[in-house]
């Protein structure tokens, strides 16, 4: 069975860990995925050894991290991999894997159009 972690870098802003949470949701809903959790680099919770903890106490044998993230900056080469092989020697058992960032992916192109399309806000 495949779990799923949405790993977004956390805010003291809680509505903005609580938009990861509610994108991490959807994602669930939309897939038809029944084990997709949010985690957080620091600033929300859960850290990404609690939701890989979540994950195995309900079965789950592989963990996808999904970061939430637009390029491969510093804490997508150095902080994810540490915080993945944390987890995994935590959670003995459990087969982790980390896909791309969403940078490159032609949805991005789309939302950028659609944020073109509409603009909500002005600055003067």
């Known amino acids: 069975m495949t ?3 949405v790993f977004a870098h956390g805010s ?10 509610a994108v991490a949701a959807e994602m669930a809903r939309r897939g ?3 084990h997709v959790v949010p985690a957080f680099l620091g600033g929300g919770e859960p850290d990404l050894n609690s939701a890989a903890r979540q994950l195995a106490q309900r079965g789950v044998r592989r963990i996808v991290v999904i970061p939430y993230f637009l390029t491969l900056g ?3 080469q150095r902080d994810l991999p540490m915080l993945i092989e944390q987890a995994a020697a935590a959670n ?3 087969a982790f894997e980390a896909t791309p960032p969403l940078d490159g992916h032609p949805a991005m192109v789309d939302a ?3 944020r073109a399309r509409a603009p909500v806000c002005s600055r003067g």
Do not use: F, K, M, T
């Open 3 to 5: 779990g799923y972690i």
């Open 12 to 21: 003291s802003i809680e509505s903005a860990n609580d938009a990861v949470r």
């Open 32 to 34: 038809q995925l029944q």
């Open 74 to 76: 510093l804490h997508l």
């Open 92 to 94: 003995s058992g459990i």
């Open 112 to 114: 950028l159009l659609d």
